[in-house]
């Protein structure tokens, strides 16, 4: 398996920006489909974004259609998620993925949390109004 550690949380104000940074070490890292997931307290992990894995293909959530953006660079091993005008609903830990499925499997995009093999610790995001 990949081990993922993620980095780049914090405190931001409403309407700000943020990067969060996902590391992965132990694989090939463009062997996997990368994602971010968020989970907020009392509440069920949810999809955020997922990338392909050369990148030429992504997905987001409607909650993050629009304001967040997940890239990755192969070379480093690392997956980025740039938010911008966040909510105060966007708190949450923040989760990476990882999964050597494609984007797209059996017919369908992976976007559930049961898809992904891989998880990273999380780092937690807070957004104050």
């Known amino acids: 398996q990949v081990q993922l550690v993620e980095s780049g949380g914090g405190l931001v104000q409403a309407g700000g920006s943020m990067r969060l940074s996902c590391a992965a070490s132990?694989?090939?890292?463009?062997?996997?489909?990368m994602g971010w997931f968020r989970q907020a307290p009392g509440k069920e992990r949810e999809f955020v974004a997922a990338i392909s894995r050369l990148a030429r293909g992504t997905a987001y959530a409607e909650s993050a259609k629009g304001r967040f953006t997940i890239s990755r660079d192969n070379a480093k091993s690392t997956v980025y998620l740039q938010m911008n005008s966040l909510k105060p609903e966007d708190t949450a830990a923040y989760f990476c993925?990882?999964?050597?499925?494609?984007?797209?499997?059996?017919?369908?995009?992976?976007?559930?949390?049961?898809?992904?093999?891989?998880w990273g610790q999380g780092t937690q995001v807070t957004v104050s109004s």
């Open positions: 993925a990882a999964d050597e499925r494609g984007l797209y499997y059996g017919g369908r995009q992976i976007n559930r949390e049961e898809d992904f093999g891989s």
């Open positions: 132990g694989r090939t890292f463009s062997s996997y489909t």
